[in-house]
């Protein structure tokens, strides 16, 4: 299931159109659906030691440092990073690989990936790293793209232009898979000026993203599959169809001592 394409290379292409219209507040789905589920269900990291891995230029990264958090932040494309310093220079980003950290073991107490560890080559790998670079009995939290909503058949329903059900297909296929997109609340005259996102991303099945946490020696903790509350949902119609299919899923895991398995 490993991936030949370089998705370090997908990045850096993708990053100054995904820099520019995020700040523009394109990210609707982040911005009010997976972000703030993932910031309530994050233990307090006021005065922790904490890794972001994959932090892209740096929004959520902020976010952590505004709760307190003593933040070191990675990235594997170079234009994300240099974004994410010049926001915000007291924060350490640092380009580098997240099947490859550049850190000693037990180094951090709290390790994030927001919407980040599915897009490496090999989430088993990464989630081996996240493991040895956070202490034991510390906390390790990521988002991915849900597996429901990232099959390889996957098509909307409308019922007089609304979206209402979903049919999926192939829920078991995984590996690598790329797909091409931007995102809907963009200016014409943004959407014009960027080709779309190339992204390959590694899927996987729920069962199959829990055993690779359990496998690492995490205990999962907590699990999350956010969803817009009515009243975002009424305010924010873009964002309703998380209510009908989940869209992200949200793990907790603390590090044992040892690996399980």
Same mark, same amino acid.
């Given at each position: 299931?490993?991936?030949?394409v370089?998705?370090g290379?997908?990045?850096?292409?993708?990053?100054?159109?995904?820099?520019?219209?995020?700040?523009?507040?394109?990210?609707?789905?982040?911005?009010?659906?997976?972000?703030?589920?993932?910031l309530?269900?994050?233990?307090?990291v006021?005065?922790?030691?904490?890794?972001?891995v994959?932090?892209g %230029? $740096?929004?959520? &990264?902020?976010?952590?440092?505004?709760?307190g958090?003593?933040?070191?932040a @990675?990235?594997?494309s170079? !234009? /994300?990073?240099?974004?994410?310093r010049?926001?915000?220079?007291s924060?350490a980003?640092?380009?580098?690989?997240?099947?490859?950290?550049?850190?000693a073991?037990?180094?951090?107490d709290?390790v994030?990936?927001?919407?980040s560890?599915?897009?490496?080559?090999?989430?088993?790998?990464?989630?081996?790293?996240?493991?040895?670079?956070?202490?034991p009995?510390?906390?390790v939290q990521?988002?991915?793209?849900?597996?429901?909503?990232?099959?390889?058949?996957?098509?909307?329903?409308?019922d %007089? $232009?609304v979206? &209402?059900?979903?049919?999926?297909?192939?829920?078991?296929?995984?590996?690598? @898979?790329?797909?091409?997109? !931007? /995102?809907?609340?963009v200016?014409?005259e943004?959407r014009?000026?960027?080709e779309?996102?190339?992204?390959?991303?590694?899927?996987?099945?729920?069962?199959?993203?829990?055993?690779?946490?359990?496998?690492?020696?995490?205990?999962?903790?907590?699990v999350?599959?956010?969803?817009?509350?009515?009243?975002t949902?009424?305010?924010?119609?873009?964002?309703?169809?998380?209510?009908?299919?989940p869209?992200?899923?949200?793990?907790?895991?603390l590090?044992t001592?040892?690996?399980?398995?």
């Amino acid at each position: 299931m490993g991936q030949t394409v370089d998705t370090g290379a997908e990045w850096e292409a993708n990053a100054p159109a995904w820099i520019e219209m995020s700040r523009a507040g394109a990210d609707r789905y982040r911005d009010l659906v997976n972000t703030p589920a993932f910031l309530e269900a994050l233990p307090d990291v006021d005065g922790l030691r904490c890794l972001d891995v994959g932090c892209g %230029d $740096g929004h959520n &990264t902020r976010l952590l440092r505004d709760r307190g958090a003593l933040l070191t932040a @990675i990235d594997i494309s170079a !234009t /994300f990073i240099c974004s994410a310093r010049d926001a915000d220079p007291s924060i350490a980003h640092v380009r580098a690989d997240a099947m490859e950290l550049p850190f000693a073991d037990a180094t951090f107490d709290v390790v994030t990936a927001f919407m980040s560890l599915m897009d490496t080559p090999d989430p088993a790998v990464t989630l081996g790293e996240m493991a040895r670079v956070v202490q034991p009995g510390g906390c390790v939290q990521f988002s991915i793209a849900h597996p429901v909503n990232t099959t390889p058949l996957r098509t909307w329903i409308d019922d %007089d $232009g609304v979206r &209402t059900w979903a049919a999926i297909g192939d829920y078991f296929v995984e590996g690598p @898979i790329t797909t091409s997109w !931007t /995102f809907k609340e963009v200016p014409d005259e943004m959407r014009a000026r960027h080709e779309p996102f190339t992204i390959t991303a590694a899927r996987r099945t729920v069962s199959s993203w829990l055993n690779m946490v359990i496998d690492a020696g995490f205990t999962v903790d907590r699990v999350i599959e956010p969803v817009a509350s009515e009243e975002t949902a009424a305010c924010h119609p873009e964002v309703a169809d998380t209510r009908i299919v989940p869209f992200f899923l949200i793990v907790r895991a603390l590090r044992t001592s040892h690996r399980l398995r």
